[in-house]
């Protein structure tokens, strides 16, 4: 099934753990990108890739951190988990930087 | 700084047409889309405009004017499936999407 996907679709989880999301796309997407959106706020940007092997800082990555060891795969990790990390955390994938990008599902995380 | 303002919310008449206004002030310019995001859904693409004028695509229509950094969104012939929220964004110089805050679109019968 072409498009993009995303693990866990939500999660509770406890402050101070380790939590990875996965995201895996097969549009064969040059770049992909990481947002959390707020109530009230614009999708923000957390890291970015523009091409495997590369990735990049985005408006708010503090506490995060991305890999991009192959095309298809860009996993978001954050490292000890604190309340204001509870958002909704989208994965998005582009041809490249400048064309449409195209969304996961989401995943709806909750740190308590 | 970066910014993108539209409205927060707006109501709307089934069969009727919106206008949903967004303007920005950006670290340079490479084109500007709106996005749909149904509530507990992603967003999903429905224009891009980098040169000023109109583009229209079915019931949905999309302007822009670089000089006065404003680009509006157009639906006619409103149906209820067309509740959601609509996401202004910019793409900078950095080629980076700068998002608005949307404009929660609320369609009455």
């Known amino acids: 099934i072409a498009g993009i996907t995303q693990a866990p679709t939500s999660q509770i989880l406890a402050a101070g753990r380790r939590m990875t999301l996965r995201c895996t796309q097969d549009?064969?997407?040059?770049?992909m990108y990481w947002y959390r959106q707020d109530l009230g706020l614009g999708l923000r940007l957390i890291h970015y890739?523009?091409?495997?092997?590369?990735?990049g800082k985005g408006e708010v990555p503090d506490g995060y951190s991305v890999s991009r060891a192959n095309t298809d795969d860009f996993p978001l990790t954050l490292a000890s988990a604190v309340p204001s990390q509870t958002s909704v955390y989208f994965c998005?994938?582009?041809?490249?930087?400048?064309?449409?990008?195209?969304f996961g599902p989401g995943t709806r995380l909750t740190v308590l | 700084g970066q910014n993108i303002d539209q409205p927060t919310e707006m109501t709307a008449t089934e069969g009727a047409i919106v206008q949903i206004n967004c303007t920005y002030q950006?670290?340079?310019?490479?084109?500007l889309f709106w996005y749909q995001q149904h509530a507990g859904e992603a967003p999903t693409f429905l224009s891009y405009?980098?040169l000023d004028g109109l583009e229209e695509k079915g019931r949905f229509s999309s302007f822009l004017s670089r000089s006065k950094g404003y680009s509006y969104l157009l639906l006619k012939e409103l149906q209820m499936k067309d509740s959601a929220s609509y996401l202004c964004?910019?793409?900078?110089?950095?080629?980076?999407?700068?998002w608005g805050a949307g404009t929660k679109l609320i369609i009455k019968p």
């Open positions: 405009n980098v």
């Open positions: 549009m064969r997407h040059n770049a």
């Open positions: 998005a994938s582009s041809e490249k930087g400048e064309n449409e990008q195209f």
């Open positions: 890739s523009n091409t495997a092997g590369t990735t």
């Open positions: 950006t670290s340079g310019f490479n084109g």
């Open positions: 964004a910019v793409l900078d110089s950095n080629y980076q999407l700068i």
